[in-house]
Nanobody, 126 residues
Framework: EVQLVESGGGLVQPGGSLTLSCAAS????????MSWVRQAPGKGLEWVAR???????TYADSVKGRFTISRDNAKSTVYLQMNELKVEDTAVYYC????????????????????RGQGTQVTVSS
């Protein structure tokens, strides 16, 4: 059974930083791409960052240059370092297991609840 547990969310002022973690279990973590998606109040899911099994990455334009995705295969954990946070980054952040090891496969699973964790709230406010 795939299990994904996010942590690290909280309240931060604009311009601040947070690091989210997602501990994975129930599958061969090192063989899959992983992604972070978010859902702001009243909006749909938006993909934020993806990392393939070969450590290739891609970012949404809205976070490029501010967010960094990384992974530790030994710990079966994926991270999202978020810097220069903006009010519009406020959302519930979810990590998601992608369909296979490549970045393109993430779009196949990110919208499916069974492939995501329970989420962690990030609130950016002064």
């Amino acid at each position: 059974e795939v299990q994904l547990v996010e942590s690290g969310g909280g309240l931060v002022q604009p311009g601040g930083s947070l690091t989210l973690s997602c501990a994975a279990s129930g599958f061969a973590f090192q063989g899959y791409a992983m992604s972070w998606v978010r859902q702001a109040p009243g909006k749909g899911l938006e993909w934020v960052a993806r990392m393939g099994m070969m450590d290739d990455t891609t970012y949404a334009d809205s976070v490029k240059g501010r967010f960094t995705i990384s992974r530790d295969n030994a710990k079966s954990t994926v991270y999202l370092q978020m810097n220069e946070l903006k009010v519009e980054d406020t959302a519930v952040y979810y990590c998601a297991k992608c369909d296979v090891g490549t970045l393109w496969s993430c779009a196949l699973t990110e919208q499916k609840e069974a492939y995501r964790g329970q989420g962690t709230q990030v609130t950016v406010s002064s």
